[in-house]
């Protein structure tokens, strides 16, 4: 705690309570710039009257109405089913990856492969989009919810694998090497002592890829197919047309759904 | 395991084995990232030089340079300029909010450092289009905002212009910021900065020469998963801006969904992909001196 | 004639560059208590790693009871190991740590129930079963890292400075415990350590190692006495070094001119180092004092240290200084800086090396 109390006198201006002042009215304004949009937003979906800015009463009308959209339902099961699919994929791939880049030295390749897995985080997601569609054109490959799932886990690997890295970079090589001392085999010694070690790490690189997959709307509009829209495509439609309480309604939805997940994994780490 | 036993070259086999292993492991993510990745990014290059053709799907023949020389075009150097200084001025404000931001969570108390954190991690996780939508809302002509602008007689609605982009990627890219600037300033060996306190006398000149350099990493970090996607955002000018706002990314995509000029929208793409690589590899290499 | 438990065969090992062990012939017999003694990176753990078949010999065999291990896997081979750093898995209990051995070999559960409880008895710690690493001791996690390899019953239990993160006390404890373990047990113990006096208390023999070489192999009493060249001398307690010539078969000339007498190995004009011990030298303030036959130099006494249990007066004789330790007994003779003083020592005590 010594530490703490040293890092506050060491602030910008020391002692002097007006910097301290000055962080703390920053760090409120932070919060509530974060937070403020997003109330509002959720508050609106409660309205009973067709606009987002004008309250009218409170009414549930809105989520009955989504509920109801046959078109947004489907395409939510589209992103859940993109999204699961993609994330388990890229969890699998990508934990493999992390452990032959931090685990095994000197293979064939190993150097181009991890310039390769670098890349898809540095490229603007336009890009990505252009590439997919033209590969897939290029190839004629139908497009639908499969080339949407390919092109899910071709930028999930690479965000999984660093994420896991991280972890397994944490994790002491030596107990691996105890493990086989006491007659595990390999798989034994993955599956027993480093799967249970590096799980959080994996979870975390699998939360994000699910993230990812849900957040992304440039690269599904360009590799999907005809009617196989996922939320974020079709909400994105949506609002570019007409804005109504409805998409407040789906808004909230989505939030609620990301903000469990979080508290989710939070808890489980908490756990281990 | 058929080398005989006791001869020399073990551990050559043992080695080779290993090897094995690490290729075997990464081989199926590798394939993948060849296939999904590396050779798409050569067919858009290749594309770049193709004709245009009616049905969209552009002819891979009578290559010329037409999609190239349209990059010198007005239009798109407008368009990229301005995508640019927006994506500069986004990432410079990001850092100027973001780091007095980190540090007062990173110098707090454990227990209300955890809460303060997990109130940013929030925003970092929501969906991104949900989170540009909020904007569309407040700025719109009997937004909130305008409310409260056209209260003060300060502001009218901004929906559709270039302040409503920057507001929406501010927004959108802060938390990107935050966190690895957080992780770098929690890290920092505060007897470090005491002993330069000693020495310096004064805490800004300390924070200066020490703490800064200190955190450079984390400012580095910040500025690419800012900048970048920034350079390349499109949901946020689709939503927010206007005709007058068209960005890159806005751009690419109209090349593609509309225009249905595939070179074009090609050449636009590997034209940002190379600057990015350019000016990512230098502002790693240089260690990111903006200080 | 009792059987060869480990086998180390010409064995060198080299990572790119560095030669960590050096053309290395050793043979450890079964159930004895062997300890390879050097300084920090020296290739001991390099060594035991290889019989572990955590590494593989660059060059060279490795048997273990005449089978040669070759490509063996650490989990096809009948060895255990107490890692330095105890390597106990966090995510298990002290119970599950010490069973894992015997769930990968499929043992029945009720036997391992019975051997995990019998084996954290032996090692002290009965009523922690239920714990994680985290909550323990470093000295208790210690003893979790030797229940583990023990309840295996191996045939070769390899020991890799288990007590290097212990405190003083505990450690020396811990040494008796550890010895007692191994009698009560059986297993051969094939111990790393650079402490040296947890070496000369603990082992059966010891090999000491300096730079990737075994330089010799022996009984505790056997390197301390007999060191079979400088680094071991120096290396293995305390010890003066003076330098000479062979003169004859037995007979050493200091630099200073004086003959004495001394355990020589080499051929008459060899330039040679005395090692002697400071516990070997007697001081006396009259010749006729000397017991008959010692060897006596003459000297002034430098500078007198007090330890406690002892007193060290480091003496001058004009062609080198050199330290001689005198118990702190009753009614032992004090001498004072100044003073002239006869050395005497024996010729068994004063061993002469080659350089
Ligand atoms: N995996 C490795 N890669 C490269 N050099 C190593 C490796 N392991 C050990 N060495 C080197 O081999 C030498 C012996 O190391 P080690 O056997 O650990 O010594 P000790 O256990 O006696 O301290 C040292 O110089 C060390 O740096
Ligand atoms: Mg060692």
């Given at each position: 705690m010594t530490t703490r109390r040293a890092a506050a006198r060491s602030l910008p201006g020391g002692r002097r309570p007006l910097v301290q002042r000055v962080l703390a009215l920053n760090a409120w304004a932070v919060y509530a710039f974060f937070y403020l949009p997003i109330f509002i937003l959720m508050f609106f979906s409660f309205n009973a009257g067709r606009f987002v800015t004008i309250w009218e009463g409170f009414s549930l009308d809105w989520y009955r109405v989504m509920f109801a959209n046959e078109p947004l339902m489907k395409a939510l099961r589209t992103s859940v089913v993109v999204a699961i699919v993609s994330t388990i994929v890229a969890t699998v791939l990508g934990t493999a990856a992390a452990l032959a880049l931090e685990r095994y030295r000197r293979w064939l390749g190993k150097r181009t492969f991890d310039a390769l897995l670098y890349l898809p985080v540095i490229i603007p997601d336009v890009t990505m989009a252009v590439m997919l569609l033209i590969f897939f054109a290029t190839v004629d490959l139908n497009r639908g919810l499969n080339t949407i799932i390919l092109s899910h886990v071709a930028f999930n690997i690479s965000f999984v694998s660093i994420v896991v890295r991280a972890r397994i970079a944490q994790m002491d090589a030596t107990l691996e090497e105890a493990a086989a001392d006491l007659y595990a085999s390999r798989w034994q010694a993955f599956r027993r002592v480093t799967l249970p070690l590096i799980m959080p790490g994996v979870l975390g690189g699998a939360l994000l890829a699910f993230t990812l997959s849900l957040d992304d709307v440039v690269i599904t509009q360009f590799v999907q197919g005809p009617g196989t829209s996922t939320l974020p495509v079709f909400v994105f439609g949506l609002i570019k047309r007409q804005v109504t309480p409805e998409i407040n309604a789906v808004s909230t939805l989505m939030l609620v759904a990301s903000m469990v997940l979080v508290f989710g994994s939070l808890l489980l780490q908490r756990r281990r | 395991m058929s080398t005989p036993v006791g001869t020399p070259r073990l551990e050559a086999a043992s080695e080779r084995a290993n090897r094995r292993r690490g290729l075997l492991l990464a081989l199926p993510s590798y394939v993948y990232l060849i296939v999904l990745f590396a050779i798409p990014l050569v067919f858009v290059g290749v594309y770049s030089f193709a004709s245009r053709s009616r049905t969209g799907k552009?002819?891979?023949?009578?290559?010329?340079l037409d999609a190239v020389a349209k990059l010198l075009d007005s239009t798109v150097l407008q368009i990229a300029w301005r995508s640019t200084w927006l994506a500069l001025l986004n990432t410079v404000l990001c850092l100027l909010v973001a780091y007095p931001f980190a540090y007062y969570i990173a110098t707090r108390r454990e227990r209300v450092r955890n809460m303060l954190l997990l109130l940013v991690m929030i925003p970092f996780w929501t969906n991104f289009l949900v989170r540009t939508y909020a904007w569309r809302v407040l700025l719109d002509s009997d937004g909130l905002v305008t409310r409260l602008g056209e209260g003060l007689g300060l502001w009218g609605s901004m929906l559709f212009s270039a302040p409503a982009v920057f507001l929406g990627l501010l927004y959108g890219f802060l938390p990107f910021m935050v966190l690895p600037l957080y992780a770098a300033i929690e890290r920092v060996d505060w007897s470090l900065v005491e002993a330069a306190r000693d020495l310096y006398a004064s805490g800004w000149k300390a924070f200066r020469r020490v703490t800064l350099p200190l955190t450079r990493p984390g400012i580095i970090a910040g500025s690419i998963l800012v900048f970048i996607p920034s350079l390349g955002a499109y949901v946020t000018p689709d939503i927010l801006g206007g005709a007058k706002t068209t960005l890159l990314g806005n751009y690419i995509v109209g090349q593609f969904l509309?225009?249905?000029n595939w070179p074009v929208g090609s050449a636009v793409s590997m034209a940002i992909l190379i600057v990015m690589l350019i000016a990512t590899t230098v502002y790693f290499r240089s260690g990111g001196r903006t200080f | 004639m009792t059987a060869i438990a480990v086998g180390i065969h010409s064995v060198t090992k080299r990572f790119d560059e560095v030669v960590a062990v050096d053309d290395v012939d050793l043979e450890i017999s079964d159930g004895e208590f062997f300890s390879l003694l050097g300084p920090s990176g020296c290739g001991k753990t390099t060594t035991l790693r290889m019989v572990a078949g955590l590494e593989f010999p660059t060059e060279g065999r490795i048997d273990i009871f005449g089978e040669a291990m070759g490509l063996k896997p650490p989990n096809h081979r009948p060895v255990n190991t107490v890692f330095q750093s105890y390597a106990l898995f966090p995510h298990m209990t002290v119970a599950e740590n010490v069973g894992f051995g015997l769930a990968m070999r499929k043992v029945p559960a009720t036997e391992i129930t019975e051997r995990v409880h019998d084996a954290i008895d032996l090692v002290r710690l009965t009523g922690m079963a239920d714990r994680r690493p985290k909550q323990l001791s470093g000295g208790q996690q210690q003893r979790v890292a030797l229940a583990r390899a023990l309840v295996n019953r191996p045939k070769v239990l390899l020991l890799d400075e288990?007590?290097?993160?212990?405190d003083l006390k505990l450690r020396q404890a811990m040494q008796l415990e550890l010895k007692d373990i191994q009698k009560e047990v059986g297993i051969t113990f094939v111990y790393v350590t650079h402490d040296q006096e947890e070496a000369l208390t603990m082992s059966d023999r010891i090999g000491v190692m300096n730079e990737g070489k075994l330089l010799q192999v022996g009984r505790s009493e056997e390197i301390y006495e007999r060191p079979a060249n400088r680094f071991v001398a120096d290396f293995i307690g305390e010890t003066n070094f003076l330098s000479g010539r062979v003169e004859e078969s037995g007979v050493v000339r200091l630099a200073g001119g004086q003959l004495v007498r001394a355990v020589t190995h080499d051929p008459v004009g060899t330039e040679v180092t005395l090692t002697l011990r400071p516990e070997k030298i007697h001081l006396y303030l009259?010749?006729?004092?000397v017991a008959p036959g010692m060897n006596t130099l003459t000297g002034t006494v430098h500078r007198r240290l007090y330890y406690g249990d002892s007193l060290y007066y480091e003496i001058d004789f004009g062609f080198a200084h050199v330290d001689a330790r005198v118990e702190n007994a009753p009614r032992q003779q004090r001498f004072e800086p100044g003073h002239e003083v006869i050395a005497a020592f024996s010729a068994q005590s004063a061993e002469a090396l080659a350089e």
């Open positions: - | 552009p002819e891979l023949a009578d290559w010329n509309a225009a249905r | 288990p007590l290097g993160a212990l009259r010749a006729g004092d």
